[in-house]
């Protein structure tokens, strides 16, 4: 028997458990000492493959290694105790074949600790998610704009502007449900669809640009920070962060500059 930890983290079943109820409150989180912050407040915490572009400097999410997505993750486990954690399957560590996705899924559950997997792709992946839940791995599923195939999409667009396109997404939706996923991701998806699915899947929708007719959110923690240099439009921005960072550095700088740093008074110990 384990020793039992004093805070009982959130699970995946109690985020499915949330549908049709309070909404599911989620930010990505890729470092032990925001993860804390959000920790409190969040019901999950994703290890974004978003890491790479925000954190990496990469175009898009197509290069993020698997061994970057473990490191990451197990600094958010460390720095979180409440919040279930999610990591983000980065591409090409799951497509291929179902047996090659839980050999590296569970590589990511076994090193880091995090309760739960999440995917990119709708019908075509289903079979996976099954693999993969059949086997003791919660999956969390993406579709709509999925930024791993911006290659082949070509750029970052709302889906489903026509109506003509509905279809195939709420058919996406309903085979990632089927198919065991926890809950599912909604990423750029005109309002009237998202409320479609929404209404039709028994698991909880987590959207990003999405609209407030899906059972939660997720946003890019530096997004609503007011961090990053590039935001998208639908980002509600709560701080403005990167340019309280710029003030506080450009202040450091005239500290130094004037020689009013600190002398052999100052120690190590922590401030209270
Ligand atoms: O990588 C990421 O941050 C994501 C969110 C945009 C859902 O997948």
């Not at 047996?99 to 590589?107: E, T």
């Not at 279809?167 to 479609?196: H, N, Q, T």
Request: charged share 20%; net charge neutral.
């Amino acid at each position: 028997m384990s020793v039992q930890k004093q805070v009982r983290r959130l699970t995946a079943p109690d985020i499915a458990g949330r549908k049709n109820a309070e909404p599911v409150v989620s930010l990505t989180a890729y470092h032990a000492h925001t993860a804390s912050i959000a920790d409190k407040y969040c019901d999950f915490l994703l290890v974004g493959d978003s890491l790479g572009m925000v954190m990496h400097g990469f175009e898009s999410t197509v290069p993020v290694p698997l061994d970057l997505m473990i490191m990451h993750g197990k600094a958010v486990v460390r720095g979180s105790a409440r919040a279930l954690v999610v990591v983000d399957m980065p591409f090409g560590t799951y497509e291929e074949s179902p047996a090659i996705a839980f050999r590296n899924a569970a590589r990511i559950m076994k090193e880091t600790d995090c309760g739960a997997v999440k995917l990119e792709g709708g019908a075509h992946m289903a079979e996976t998610i099954g693999y993969l839940v059949q086997r003791g791995i919660p999956v969390m599923a993406h579709i709509g704009l999925t930024p791993q195939s911006i290659n082949t999409i070509g750029g970052f667009k709302t889906q489903g502007r026509q109506r003509d396109q509905w279809a195939a997404i709420e058919a996406d939706a309903r085979a990632v449900a089927d198919a065991g996923a926890f809950s599912v991701v909604l990423e750029a998806m005109a309002e009237p669809l998202a409320a479609r699915i929404t209404k039709s899947i028994a698991i909880p929708t987590i959207g990003i640009g999405a609209s407030a007719a899906c059972d939660g959110q997720i946003l890019v923690m530096e997004d609503m920070l007011g961090l990053s240099p590039r935001v998208p439009k639908f980002v509600k921005e709560f701080g403005k962060v990167g340019r309280a960072i710029e003030r506080a550095i450009k202040l450091y700088s005239a500290d130094v500059r004037s020689r009013s740093f600190p002398g052999p008074e100052n120690t190590y110990d922590v401030k209270d």
